[in-house]
C-alpha cells in the first residue's frame, strides 16, 4: 500500500544548526515526491518536488530509491524556517497526494 | 502562480445543520478538485475526489450522503456538510492540480459543530 512515513512529529533546532527531516515512502511504482511547508495562519505551500532537483529557500531533499526516503535538509536553520513540513507523494488512486503526517520545525533563536 | 480560494476560513454551526464550503481556482481552470480533512495533530486524508461535470468519487468510509460534492464548473467545487454533528469538526482544505506547479491548496475551513 503507498504510504509516507514522517517519524518525527517535532524537530526543534537552534539558529544556524542543520536540519534534517526525515520522510520514508512505500510505493510500487516510480514516485513522484514533495515537500510542502505549511507557515503559521498559512496555506499549504509547495516547497519542492523530486522532479525539479532544485532548492529553494536552503532546502534539498535527494530521492533515494534504494532507501525509499525523500529526507528534507537545510544547513543552517533559520527562524523564518519555523513550520509545518509535509511530505506527499503522488499516488493516489484519484491521482491525488497522500500526505506524511507532517513535522513541526522550530527553530530557536 | 496559481491560486484557489477557499470560503469560508471559519465557521460555526449547530448540529443537525448544513454548512458550505466553497473553493474557486482563481487563474486556472481546475478540472479536478481534491477535497481534505485534517484532525488536530494528524495528517490531511483526503475525502473525495472532484470532477468537474460529473459525480464526485468518495474515499472508503466517508458518507457520500453526508459530504455532498457539487463541481458544476471549472473553477469552482463546493462542499457541503448536511446534518453536521460535533464530530464533524475538523479542518477541510480544497486542492487542485495546477499544471506544472504541481497541487494548489485552499486556506483551509476550520469548521466547528457546537
Known amino acids: 500500500a503507498q504510504r509516507v512515513t514522517q517519524p518525527e512529529k517535532l524537530l526543534s533546532v537552534f539558529k544556524g544548526a542543520p536540519v534534517e527531516l526525515k520522510c520514508n515512502y512505500s510505493y510500487s511504482g516510480s514516485p513522484e515526491l514533495f515537500w510542502y511547508v505549511q507557515y503559521s495562519r498559512q496555506r499549504l505551500q509547495l516547497l519542492l518536488r523530486h522532479i525539479s532537483r532544485e532548492s529553494i529557500k536552503g532546502f534539498t531533499a535527494d530521492l533515494n530509491k534504494g532507501e525509499t526516503s525523500f529526507h528534507l535538509k537545510k544547513p543552517f536553520a533559520q527562524e523564518e524556517d519555523s513550520a509545518m513540513y509535509y511530505c506527499?507523494?503522488?499516488?493516489?488512486?484519484?491521482?491525488?497526494?497522500?500526505f506524511g503526517k507532517g513535522t513541526k520545525l522550530s527553530v530557536k533563536p | 502562480g496559481a491560486v484557489v480560494s477557499q470560503h469560508p476560513s471559519r465557521v460555526i454551526c449547530k448540529s443537525g445543520t448544513s454548512v458550505k464550503i466553497e473553493c474557486r481556482s482563481l487563474?486556472?481552470?481546475?478540472?479536478?478538485m481534491f477535497w481534505y480533512r485534517q484532525f488536530p495533530k494528524q495528517s490531511l486524508m483526503l475525502m473525495a475526489t472532484?470532477?468537474?461535470?460529473?459525480?464526485?468519487?468518495?474515499e472508503q468510509g466517508v458518507e457520500k450522503d453526508k459530504f455532498l460534492i457539487n463541481h458544476a464548473s471549472l473553477t469552482l467545487s463546493t462542499l457541503t456538510v448536511t446534518s453536521a454533528h460535533p464530530e464533524d469538526s475538523s479542518f477541510y482544505i480544497c486542492?487542485?492540480?495546477?499544471?506544472?506547479?504541481?497541487?494548489?491548496f485552499g486556506s483551509g475551513t476550520r469548521l466547528t459543530v457546537v
Open positions: 487563474d486556472f481552470q481546475a478540472t479536478t
Open positions: 472532484s470532477n468537474e461535470g460529473s459525480k464526485a468519487t468518495y
Open positions: 486542492s487542485a492540480r495546477s499544471g506544472t506547479d504541481g497541487y494548489t
Open positions: 506527499a507523494l503522488h499516488g493516489g488512486s484519484q491521482g491525488n497526494l497522500i
